[in-house]
């Protein structure tokens, strides 16, 4: 039994932050962050918080798939901005949608939340611990951005997408998962730091810090690396792929992938120019994109691809069974 995808949704907040927009509040131009990263605005949260975007994607994919939240019976929310320390970003869903049966809880694995959540989830299913899942990558990454850093502020975006999963027999053909934690300096976003009765210090929040070089050295490497594997150990060619749904976090390393994995550009379909990068969200916002552009079809086979903070990376390969 494996995981099969019988719902996408995906929800983002109304508000659009165009790069000239940014060029008023930091020393950068839209020549500069389109031809570096393929971004042209994103969408910034004004009231909405994590869980009312990841609530919001989760009813569509729930609509989409025809499942009552009540038949639901795990939720797995991959998020690196969650509303509270606790509860869980998944449990505050599970409130929102009604979800009364399921079992809910965070996974914190940064842009590779969402293949993180679909891989926990397919070893419930083979374990035949759970029937209906549903998993959401949910960000508003806008409130742990410094926006007076114009080497990270100009990549983020905020946004969520959800897939409805049913153990069945079509779906996941074979996943990967990595994690680096030595790399863990190279993309950071600190807690509250320590402060108590004992320490003269108050606690502060932290921001987002990257070194920009290390992580897209890092991605073009591994990506292409974990998609091989996949294909390789499933004897499967290049020409069965028809897409590789990549993490949205820059276009030249999606360019950089396609380069070293000798595809063409036209199987990696992309949002990154309208949203930017929206963390767990990007992957099911760009499949919820793939689908009403009706790029889809039955019996398509798809390579998913995450990697972020951590580092992490994870890989899925999969038939397209709706
Ligand atoms: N606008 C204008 N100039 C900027 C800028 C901005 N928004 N951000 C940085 N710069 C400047 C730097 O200050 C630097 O100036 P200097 O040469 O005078 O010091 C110059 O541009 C080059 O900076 P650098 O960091 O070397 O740029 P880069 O070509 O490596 O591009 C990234 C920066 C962030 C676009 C690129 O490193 C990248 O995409 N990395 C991966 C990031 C990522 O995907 N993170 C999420 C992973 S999940």
Same mark, same amino acid.
């Given at each position: ?67 009552? $939240? ?9 998020? #690196? ?5 606790? $509860? ?137 690396? #974990? ?36 595809? $063409? ?58």
């Amino acid at each position: 039994m494996t995981a099969r995808i019988v719902g996408i949704g995906a929800y983002v907040p109304e508000t659009i932050v165009t790069n000239h927009d940014l060029a008023n509040i930091v020393e950068t131009s839209d020549e500069w962050i389109y031809s570096r990263t393929g971004i042209k605005e994103r969408r910034i949260s004004v009231k909405e918080e994590t869980s009312d975007l990841a609530a919001e994607a989760a009813r569509r994919a729930l609509e989409h798939a025809g499942i009552k $939240p009540a038949e639901l019976d795990l939720i797995v929310l991959g998020t #690196s901005s969650p509303d509270c320390n606790y $509860p869980s970003g998944a449990c505050e869903v599970q409130a929102k949608i009604g979800a009364v049966n399921a079992v809910a809880f965070d996974v914190s694995a940064a842009c590779a939340g969402f293949i993180f959540a679909l891989n926990i989830v397919q070893g419930f299913f083979k374990a035949g611990i759970y029937q209906n899942a549903l998993i959401i990558g949910a960000e508003t990454l806008s409130k742990v951005t410094n926006w007076e850093d114009r080497s990270t502020c100009v990549l983020f975006g905020d946004g969520a997408g959800a897939a409805v999963l049913k153990n069945d027999d079509c779906g996941v053909i074979d996943m990967l998962m990595g994690s680096d934690g030595t790399m863990g300096d190279f993309l950071k976003c600190k807690s509250r730091t320590l402060g108590n009765l004992l320490t003269e210090e108050r606690p502060e929040l932290g921001f987002t810090e990257m070194n920009g070089q290390e992580v897209f050295r890092f991605a073009v490497k591994r990506v292409p690396e #974990s998609i091989e594997t996949l294909m390789k150990r499933n004897q499967m060619s290049k020409e069965e792929i028809k897409y590789y749904v990549l993490h949205q976090a820059n276009e030249r390393i999606i360019e950089a992938a396609a380069r070293r994995l000798k595809e $063409p550009m036209e199987k990696f379909p992309m949002t990154i120019s309208k949203y930017g990068n929206t963390s767990t969200a990007s992957i099911p916002l760009l499949l919820d994109d793939m689908l009403k552009k009706g790029m889809l079809k039955q019996g398509d086979k798809i390579i998913l691809s995450g990697f972020g903070a951590g580092m992490t990376w994870g890989a899925v390969l999969l038939e397209w069974c709706i």
